[in-house]
């Protein structure tokens, strides 16, 4: 499976940039408004709650928007009775907006009377579901920065959680998303061994890749709900037609075969207690292949418990994801109950437990109330599309982050002198030789390309240079972590012949993504300078176009009067730094024109 992408979470993201910043944070409402009291003091609450705190003392106006449904919570009547149930849990006065996410003007304006806010319900619009662009734009209208904080809805595609990035400067992860995603990560890995996944719930069809991966990861499964029973079924045991899954079959072979292929086991339970069908307050325990015609399996029989107990004990890594529940059984089956007490057992010996599913953390946290929130992800649906090897959308949508500190004083002499980026820096002609000339400024190149990279850190050992440094890393995406940590000012970005694509020209210019622009013109001191070119006059003029635009006001036309004046356009006939990138001198080589420009961020224009 590919990894996780690094992406940006407002740990990391300066906190001076939330200042006067409007910023909305996608909340997850089974989390915040959870009717149950003892709930209200959980980690997971805590994290959640600690996000919209954050960016309030951080200066930030908050917009909070979510769904939510009277099943999380019966109180739930609309969004004053909502925005009165945060106000209690954040301990910040919380004031609704009424508006049909299309009067742009009054919402604006109503941010003027509060610090905090509160949107409508959105399962009331079926464009949230629908991802509807529209309604994504139209609700990220004036809004600077979104948090996501909702992990539990990353496995869909909502217009609250992966349409609006579209539409923002910067797209993070809050305090709560951020610990989900480390425990999703940490699921993943096979540290410590023997590790055993103890499967719930039903439908194996379905998750039959996810089973897959488990499978070839696990050091043993075990099958403790519905799709037990496909398993003894694929095993040849005799199990009643209604609890066999239409389709299972050859799915539970699979998963079988490979198992026996890594000689691991897969059990599945002994024995059952089973109701009569007919008496349901009269209760047996049957061998699990053979159910006597007229009793249901409703829960775990002693003898299944004491093997998997057995087997347990000897794990070092253990994973819970799915219900011990049945299709007669209760909502909470006693099964359930001892399973959770043999897991709170073993997290006392310091066996790495994670357990998945809204059933299954409640049995946890029944049989002990020091369960901590990293030992659980409440929305099992998330964990299985991640086993499916499926990009979660509402992670995908965020923007990445750098995944490595980087020691400034290790990469130049003086890292507090100004600092020069040149994005998508190539064979970083244009970089090195900069940095021979100008040595009171240091030189950062950015550049996706790895083996470009290691030439250029080459070049910069070989000839000594103090002030020149490369990464290898896509800009697009990373530029404001990276340079956001830098110590001195930003003076100059360079962007030159952006992604030379020979055959689709059109194309080159589909690295000015928005967020990049806004992250270039938030970082950049007053007075510095962006670099433009390209041998395209058709880029070179999309480029001016969306810095200007996306840059609201901050950037203009450096030199422009004097440009105006002499009728020169609005191109610079020369390179104003007397150095050439590779591509550059190649194109007056063959005597064709290069179209450049140069905007300043002036301290006159707000």
Request: aromatic letters at 8%.
């Amino acid at each position: 499976m590919e990894p996780f992408p690094h992406v940006q979470t407002l740990r990391k993201f300066p906190k001076e940039e939330l200042v006067g910043k409007v910023v909305m944070v996608r909340f997850d409402s089974t989390n915040l408004l959870r009717e149950e009291e003892q709930d209200q003091s959980s980690q997971s609450v805590s994290s959640a709650v600690f996000t919209i705190k954050y960016l309030h003392e951080a200066g930030a106006k908050i917009i909070l928007v979510s769904d939510w449904r009277k099943k999380t919570n019966s109180q739930l009547h609309d969004a004053e009775t909502v925005a009165d149930m945060l106000s209690s849990v954040i301990q910040h006065r919380v004031v609704t907006i009424k508006c049909d996410y299309s009067a742009v003007l009054l919402k604006m304006e109503v941010l003027k009377k509060a610090d905090i806010f509160l949107l409508e319900n959105l399962s009331e619009y079926k464009e949230e579901v629908a991802n509807n662009s529209k309604f994504a734009e139209l609700l990220s209208s004036g809004v600077d920065i979104f948090v996501n904080d909702s992990f539990s809805q990353s496995h869909k595609i909502l217009a609250s959680t992966v349409g609006i990035a579209r539409f923002c400067s910067a797209c993070i992860a809050g305090f709560h998303f951020e610990e989900s995603l480390c425990q999703l990560k940490k699921v993943a890995r096979t540290n410590k061994r023997p590790y055993v996944a103890i499967i719930g719930g039903g439908n194996l069809y379905d998750k039959a890749s996810a089973l897959h991966f488990l499978v070839s990861r696990c050091d043993g499964l075990v099958f403790v709900g519905m799709m037990s029973f496909q398993i003894m079924h694929a095993l040849g045991l005799s199990v009643p037609s209604y609890l066999v899954e239409p389709g299972a079959y050859k799915a539970a072979l699979d998963i079988i075969q490979i198992a026996h292929d890594r000689n691991i086991p897969i059990l599945h339970p002994m024995d059952f207690w089973c109701m009569n069908e007919h008496l349901p307050e009269k209760m047996d325990i049957f061998p699990s292949h053979h159910i006597l015609d007229g009793w249901l399996p409703v829960d775990l029989g002693p003898r299944s418990l004491d093997e998997l107990n057995s087997l347990l004990v000897k794990c070092k890594k253990i994973l819970w994801i799915g219900p011990v529940k049945f299709k007669f059984s209760g909502q909470c089956a006693d099964g359930a109950s001892k399973l959770a007490q043999a897991l709170n057992d073993l997290r006392q010996r310091n066996c790495d437990i994670t357990v998945a599913g809204n059933m299954a953390c409640q049995a946890m946290v029944m049989e002990s109330k020091s369960v901590l929130v990293n030992d659980m992800i409440e929305n099992a649906s998330v964990l299985w599309e991640f086993f499916k090897g499926r990009k979660l959308p509402g992670v995908m949508a965020l923007d990445r982050a750098y995944p490595f500190e980087i020691d400034w004083k290790s990469a130049y002499c003086n890292p507090a002198q100004p600092l020069v980026v040149d994005i998508g820096s190539g064979s970083g002609l244009f970089l090195l030789g900069m940095a021979r000339r100008r040595k009171d400024l240091n030189f950062l190149g950015l550049e996706i390309n790895s083996k470009l990279v290691r030439r250029c850190m080459d070049s910069v050992h070989q000839y000594g240079i103090q002030n020149g440094y490369f990464i290898v890393t896509n800009a697009t995406t990373t530029f404001r972590s990276i340079v956001s940590s830098y110590p001195g000012e930003l003076v100059l970005v360079s962007i030159q012949c952006p992604n030379p694509d020979f055959n689709n020209p059109e194309h080159r210019w589909r690295m000015l993504q928005r967020s990049l622009i806004k992250a270039v013109v938030d970082l950049l001191a007053l007075d510095g300078k962006v670099f433009l070119q390209s041998d395209l006059e058709a880029v070179a003029l999309r480029m001016k176009e969306l810095f200007l635009k996306i840059g609201k006001g901050k950037l203009n036309l450096w030199n422009d009067q004097y440009h105006a004046r002499m009728n020169l356009g609005e191109w610079l006939e020369e390179n104003p730094f007397g150095v050439m990138s590779d591509w550059e001198q190649h194109v007056i080589d063959r005597g064709d024109p290069m179209y450049r420009l140069m905007l300043s961020k002036s301290s006159g224009i707000e």
